[in-house]
């Protein structure tokens, strides 16, 4: 994934030139036999479900499908969702942006350890990071009575699947950063700072320029997880129709109540927002790789 | 302004403009949480604007009323570490003891309502595909070799726990021995392909993956699987045994004594034995408790002959200590396998 913004574009010219010469060209026969096993697996385990899904939404009418997105407790769990990824990616850019800046830019003691401490939420099992939360703030956790004292909730409300998408969503933005990073050095800030810049101006017009496409890339990334996740949140949620249930989790519900049309129509709204996503993701790419070039030249 | 903060620019708008949503919903004067077991959805869809109605015009308060669904031993797991229910209505006795223990629920809230405390009962049946082409009549059929039996977990669900205690029961008065009973269900669990965590999750594997050859659950969930993914798909099918199962109902005492929702709670929970609420319950194939109403509606229940655990086989508490606690017989039974 790390640096994949601006290694991707530029993989055409790359082909073409494998191509224009016979000692590198592979024989039409694998070529064309690589192509179909791809395109097929693409189809099959990609392309078939995506369109599924619409398909089994737009089963009963436009009708049934807008119903089932306004009915009141899916527009909530629509907010929700949203809320809990507008509250949770800016959180993971301020954190990505400033654990990548230490990582790449100074040397200090237990800076393996801070490293693989970011790529944990990836290893662990989503379940575990819900449970950890109802560990913590549940009733019997730690700040459990403290908390029910001060008549405060965490688990079982929106803050407690919030926490849970913070934590998914965690190494996205730094894991991207710290190659693009890396690679790119310490000299042009070096150089700022020799010319006379201050800290804030260093960052805001040399390393920002820098690794816009790369942050911009990891927050989309952020954004797609988030709002995205079931397993972390479900355990946090406490499935209270209305008020604690996210878009992933209302389609299991309705999926549940047989009420399958409705569930398909709000997966489908997920697979969109998703489909934006990759869109985004795409401009991005193509973005970066002419900043890349440009740079080059 | 630097080019970075001008690509930027739009990102942090669209941010800031998702910020002032509001998350929640705004409350109405008072608030229950009724947290249920996985197949009870559509029966409280039903019961709450009826006891909403009438709380209205009689206490001339507006109430809303939330629900959680979800298996009933992970429900109380989650009212135990902290999810706010009012009223817990679950469908096996010893869920609500483990919130007894714990001191969330009143020790002897069997008796806060009439019939233990339990508005209807139900009791364990089987679905099979239509015509039953492999013939299933009884509980000695399904433990024919190569057979596929759809079961939820009995360690997550009380529908897979009644499934489990009424095979046992009617093996137990077959062979009229322990071992009898213990051989008869391990071979009846070989059969099981997958375990399913709750009694909806089963359902979807039977109905919708079209796993197995028969399903084994509440006659409310058979007969609402019959009516709503198609009857010409499936039969039900009455064993000539089953285990007689009371769903519960409890008001949590130390959240409605938080939120001061002890009135609501009760009144909601009284309205189930009420006329009108055990009719809502009749109409979901619930067998009402109320015998009025239950001989009204004697068409949707063909009579079966039950057991009880109190009854049969030395209550929960023994129940759960043999069968159901870490290393007893279920465990080993699975082992086994």
């Known amino acids: 994934m790390s640096g994949a913004a601006a290694v991707l574009h530029g993989s ?57 997105l306004i009915e009141p407790d899916a527009w909530a769990a629509i907010k929700l969702t949203l809320t809990a990824a507008a509250i949770s990616v800016p959180l993971n850019l301020v954190f990505g942006v400033a654990a990548a800046w230490a990582i790449t830019k100074f040397e200090f003691r237990g800076k393996h350890l801070l490293i693989t401490l970011i790529d944990l939420p990836f290893s662990v099992s989503p379940v575990v990071s819900g449970l950890i939360y109802v560990l913590v703030f549940g009733a019997q956790g730690w700040f459990g009575p403290w908390l029910s004292e001060h008549d405060m909730k965490v688990v079982f409300a929106v803050p407690g699947i919030v ?104 997966a489908s709204l997920l697979a969109l927002l998703a489909l934006v996503t990759l869109v985004i993701k795409t401009w991005v790419e193509h973005q970066a790789g002419k900043s890349s070039q440009q740079s080059e030249e | 302004m630097s080019p970075t903060r001008a690509a930027l620019r739009p990102v942090l708008t669209l941010l800031a403009g998702l910020m002032v949503l509001p998350a929640v919903p705004a409350l109405a004067d008072a608030t229950l949480l009724n947290v249920s077991y996985d197949v009870s959805r559509e029966l409280y869809k039903d019961i709450n604007p009826a006891f909403i109605a009438q709380w209205q015009r009689t206490a001339k308060e507006k109430l809303t009323i939330n629900q959680s669904h979800g298996g009933s031993s992970k ?59 492999k013939g299933i009549k009884d509980w000695s059929d399904l433990v024919r070799p190569g057979l596929q039996v759809i079961v939820p977990n009995p360690k997550t669900s009380g529908n897979g726990r009644y499934t489990y205690l009424a095979a046992w029961g009617y093996a137990l008065q077959k062979t009229g021995s322990d071992a009898g009973a213990r051989d008869f269900v391990t071979k009846l669990f070989a059969n099981v392909p997958v375990l399913d965590g709750g009694g909806r999750g089963a359902t979807t594997t039977f109905t919708q993956r ?51 929702t002890r009135k609501q709670a009760t009144a909601y929970l009284n309205f189930l034995f009420s006329p009108e609420g055990q009719e809502i319950i009749a109409k979901h194939h619930f067998r009402p408790v109320d015998p009025a109403i239950l001989k009204k509606y004697s068409s949707r229940f063909p009579a079966v002959k039950t057991f009880t655990v109190e009854g049969k086989l030395g209550g929960w508490d023994a129940v759960q200590r043999t069968h159901f606690a870490d290393g007893g017989v279920y465990d080993q039974i699975v082992v086994k396998r």
Request: charged fraction near 20%; aromatic fraction near 12%.
């Open chain 1, 163 to 266: 926490l849970a998408t913070v934590f998914v969503t965690f190494p996205f933005v730094a894991r991207e950063l710290i190659p693009l990073m890396e690679a790119q050095g310490r000299d042009e800030e070096e150089a700022a700072v020799v010319l006379g810049a201050r800290g804030w101006q260093t960052f805001w017009y040399v390393t920002l320029p820098n690794v816009k496409w790369g942050l911009l890339y990891g927050v989309i990334l952020c954004n797609a997880r988030a709002m995205g996740e079931f397993g972390a949140v479900s355990v946090v949620s406490g499935h209270i129709r209305g008020q604690t249930n996210t878009m992933p989790l209302h389609v299991e519900i309705l999926y549940n109540e047989y009420q399958f049309a409705a569930a398909f129509a709000v």
């Open chain 1, 12 to 68: 055409a010219d790359h082909a073409a030139r494998f191509e224009s010469k016979a000692a590198t060209r592979e024989p039409a026969l694998v070529k064309w036999g690589i192509l179909a096993v791809s395109l097929t697996f693409f189809g099959i385990f990609l392309l078939l479900p995506l369109i599924t899904v619409f398909v089994e939404a737009l089963r009963k009418g436009w009708d049934v499908y807008f119903a089932a």
């Open chain 2, 75 to 133: 429900q109380v797991q989650a009212v135990a570490s902290g999810l706010e229910a009012d009223v817990v209505t679950m469908n096996q006795t010893p869920d609500i003891n483990v919130l007894a223990r714990q001191g969330l629920v009143a020790a002897d809230w069997q008796k806060a309502f009439p019939h233990g405390a339990a508005p209807y009962t139900t009791n364990t049946i089987f679905l099979v595909r239509k015509g039953n082409p």
């Open chain 2, 210 to 260: 079209d796993i197995g050859d028969v399903l084994i659950t509440f006659e409310n969930e058979a007969v609402l699987i019959d009516q709503e993914v198609g009857g010409d798909k499936f039969d039900v099918v009455y064993p000539s045994l089953s285990i007689e199962a009371a769903a519960p109902v409890a008001v949590v005492s130390k959240v409605v004594d938080k939120r001061g």
